[in-house]
């Protein structure tokens, strides 16, 4: 009979902040099921005018920093094992997975509630196609991690680009929306109008949808942590940073969305560009 392999030991620390990033996904899901009330106020914190998705969504970057963490820390105290990757994959399912998904159906479900459509037929089919494509992007980022298990080796130092949009970004290009959408929109828009709620309801529903595509696609992605904390830099490179770090100051908002657009949009217009080059004769 064959004898169970037992865990001998787990990394600590490294361990605890993954599991932050899960609990941040967890609180994402808790704080988005709340809608889209507002004033509300944060433990002893003073009441502000962040809505509950706006605070899920901020969960969710909250994640992505403890995600960004768990990886540096265990290669700095050179605890980095097959465990640790299992637990980060978990965690990211519940991160970047469902809570993006169960933030964007809430979202949309509340925008739904403010159009009457003539034909009920209209109203149940946007509902469910909604619903499809919540369910389709949690279901793609679950395959993405599975896969990325499957394919990864244990030193991540190693990896400079990746196969399909890591799920960290997929969550961040639907939660850039949300949050964009909460705290700048809204305010500008003031009474919302039924074009305002349509253009939401489309807007974030199909770009959930493409980027659970991206997730499972085989396009290329930079692996930016690596590409940026790794090597010697150049004058160039340390004034886009600080420019990157000027726009955030600048706005935050705003710098998400073209920041994780940008990059999703990234990977697909060169993957574009190279099949078109080599769909090319060669110049004679």
Known sequence: MRKKKRLKYIAVLPSVITLINGACGFMAIAFASRGPEFNWGFFVMRRTGMSFFALAGYMIFLAMIADV???????????????????????????????????????VEFHLQHLN???????????RSV?????????????????????NVEDEAAHMTFAGL?????????????????????????????????????????????????????????????????????PASILTIF????????NLQLTMVVGFC????????????NVFWKKQPAAS
Request: proline share 2%; with cysteine.
């Open 69 to 107: 963490l768990d990886g540096r820390v265990a290669r700095l105290t050179r605890t980095t094992s097959s465990f640790g990757g299992q637990l980060d994959s978990l965690s990211d399912a519940i991160s970047f997975g469902v809570a993006p998904a169960f933030l964007m159906l809430k979202l």
């Open 117 to 127: 459509f003539e034909y009920s037929f209209f109203s149940i089919l946007i509902e």
């Open 131 to 151: 619903f499809f494509a919540a369910i389709f992007y949690a279901m793609c980022a679950v395959l993405r991690l599975a896969r990325f298990n499957v394919e």
């Open 243 to 250: 420019a990157c770090v000027l726009f955030i100051v600048w």
């Open 262 to 273: 940008g990059f999703a949009l990234y990977g697909v217009l060169r993957w574009v560009v």
């Open 166 to 234: 890591p799920s960290p970004a997929a969550g961040g290009v639907v939660v850039s929306l949300v949050i964009f959408h909460q705290q700048i929109l809204s305010g500008i828009t003031g009474e919302a109008t039924w074009m305002f709620h349509i253009l939401t309801v489309s807007v974030i529903s199909l770009t959930t949808l493409f980027a659970g595509i991206l997730m499972v696609s085989r396009i290329r992605y930079p692996h930016v942590a690596n590409q940026l904390l790794r090597g010697k830099k150049t």
